[in-house]
């Protein structure tokens, strides 16, 4: 489907190969802060899926749409950099929007706590991973696997100017 949706391959393997790391750092979460597995938690990992796919699609498109249109001697770190910082908002404003909506849930006691708190962590921390992953991981992966990589070249190890651009 991310394919189809992309229609781009390098793309679509970005976004498909960031998922299990998502999915692995919403589990390394829900031990930090004690969220149990039950299934009511782990369905919290399976409603995120689409926004966590939908938050890397936006951002590996723009990133692509980009390095597309920019000319064979362009600066590809600058230009990644550029996309990401045009779509960084939206992304972090889908996922404050959504933590926000859980906040009453996160208040809830008694069986109605006990059932679907465990629900809100697991998609908020879901989601925060997935933000994470597209801020800090798709940018640096993005620039390599479109032909960032070159010998002599500026190298994008760590994401680490798109914080402050």
């Known amino acids: 489907m991310i394919v189809i949706m992309l229609m781009n391959l390098r793309s679509s393997l970005v976004v498909a190969g960031l998922l299990p790391l998502i999915v692995l750092m919403c589990f390394i979460g829900m031990k930090l802060f004690r969220v149990?597995?039950?299934?009511v938690a782990l369905s919290g990992i399976a409603i995120?899926?689409?926004?966590?796919?939908d938050m890397c699609v936006i951002l590996t498109e723009n990133i692509y749409r980009h390095?597309?249109?920019?000319?064979?001697?362009?600066?590809?770190?600058?230009?990644?950099?550029?996309?990401?910082?045009?779509?960084?908002?939206?992304?972090?404003?889908?996922?404050?929007?959504?933590?926000?909506?859980f906040l009453p849930v996160f208040t809830m006691e008694a069986a109605a706590g006990k059932l679907f708190r465990p629900l809100a962590f697991t998609k908020t921390i879901a989601?925060?991973?997935a933000a994470l992953v597209a801020l800090w991981v798709i940018p640096p992966l993005a620039h390599t696997i479109y032909g960032g990589w070159k010998k002599g070249g500026r190298r994008a190890w760590i994401f680490y100017e798109g914080l402050l651009y």
């Open 36 to 39: 149990d597995a039950n299934i």
């Open 48 to 53: 995120a899926i689409g926004t966590m796919v």
């Open 67 to 101: 390095l597309s249109r920019s000319g064979p001697g362009a600066d590809r770190l600058r230009i990644v950099l550029t996309a990401t910082a045009e779509v960084r908002g939206a992304v972090i404003t889908a996922v404050l929007t959504t933590v926000v909506s």
């Open 127 to 129: 989601l925060i991973a």
